[in-house]
T-cell receptor
């Protein structure tokens, strides 16, 4: 089944403790991206990648890092999480610019 | 500054009637527009898209209309069904996708 898999689905952590949210797609997509969804703010892009080793900042990249060493994986790294990064995170991938993204099921992160 | 705006946070429509969701954008460089549907506890699902060189795209009960001069697009759902109750995101794409804040659609029995 074609899908985007992100883990974990739920995570509660403490301020300053580094964490990684993994994202993997099995569709051989070139585009991958991370979004966060917050009440009243909709979906905001954190980082995106147009291909392996090619990443770029989205609208809200501060406090996040990404890497794209392989086509299928696009992990989101929070080096020192803070409470304002409490949010619902979605990973997405796309075949090309004319195609809609396929989203993962989301990761609900709480930073206390 | 919001480049993609959905000015109605919510919309209620009677089952069987037409649902019209609206979206405005500011960047004339966008060349693709997309609509996504999102149920609670799930990721958004791609619904329908339209290229900027077209003014209409239809897929079953869903039609998207694009008015480039007004920088406006709309999603029509006819007839509306209970399973259409969800949050709908309008999105525009250049090298990245920019989403609106979403409109919550309630289909009333």
């Amino acid at each position: 089944e074609a899908q985007v898999t992100q883990n974990p689905r739920y995570l509660i952590t403490v301020t300053g403790k580094k964490l990684t949210v993994t994202c993997s797609q099995n569709m051989n997509h070139e585009y991958m991206s991370w979004y966060r969804q917050d009440p009243g703010l909709g979906l905001r892009q954190i980082y995106y990648s147009m291909n392996v080793e090619v990443t770029d900042k989205g609208d809200v990249p501060e406090g996040y890092k990404v890497s794209r060493k392989e086509k299928r994986n696009f992990p989101l790294i929070l080096e020192s999480p803070s409470p304002n990064q409490t949010s619902l995170y979605f990973c997405a991938s796309s075949r090309d610019r004319s195609y809609g993204y396929t989203f993962g099921s989301g990761t609900r992160l709480t930073v206390v | 500054d919001q480049q993609v705006k959905q000015n109605s946070p919510s919309l209620s429509v009677q089952e069987g009637r037409i649902s019209i969701l609206n979206c405005d954008y500011t960047n004339s460089m966008f060349d693709y527009f997309l609509w996504y549907k999102k149920y609670p506890a799930e990721g958004p699902t791609f619904l329908i898209s339209i290229s900027s060189i077209k003014d209409k795209n239809e897929d079953g009960r869903f039609t998207v209309f694009l008015n480039k001069s007004a920088k406006h697009l709309s999603l029509h759902i006819v007839p509306s069904q209970p399973g259409d109750s969800a949050v709908y995101f309008c999105a525009a794409r250049d090298d990245k996708i920019i989403f609106g804040k979403g409109t919550r659609l309630h289909i009333l029995p």
